[in-house]
């Protein structure tokens, strides 16, 4: 029953035994449940991921590698940089958006 997500409140009352009482005598089980389904669970996400399904990709990439959306930019003299960070370690990629702008004269 864990196995398919059943809470050990459903559990417990299903075999009619108090919850600690299934805790006690039922950790293993209670956890291994669990991590069956997630495997299971994720072996098929993982797939999707691999046959380029993108809400799966992005899914992949952002729960199980830390992947974060987030940019910034700098303006820095005449040239625009827009600064993109991938990971969660601070790795980021540089990309020069706009160069030489030319400024609008004042009062035009």
Do not use: C, W
Request: net charge neutral; aromatic share 4%; proline share 2%.
């Amino acid at each position: 029953m864990a196995a398919h997500g059943s809470t050990q409140t459903i559990i417990a009352r299903h075999i009619g035994i108090d919850e600690t009482t299934l805790r006690r005598h039922y950790a293993s089980e209670l956890d291994s449940g669990k991590a069956i389904v997630d495997a299971a669970v994720a072996s098929t996400l993982a797939q999707k991921a691999m046959r380029g399904d993108n809400t799966m990709l992005i899914f992949y990439a952002k729960t199980r590698m830390n992947y974060r959306e987030t940019s910034e930019v700098a303006h820095t003299g005449d040239v625009v940089i827009e600064v993109k960070r991938g990971r969660a370690d601070g790795s980021a990629t540089v990309e020069t958006v706009g160069a030489s702008v030319t400024p609008v004269p004042e009062g035009t």
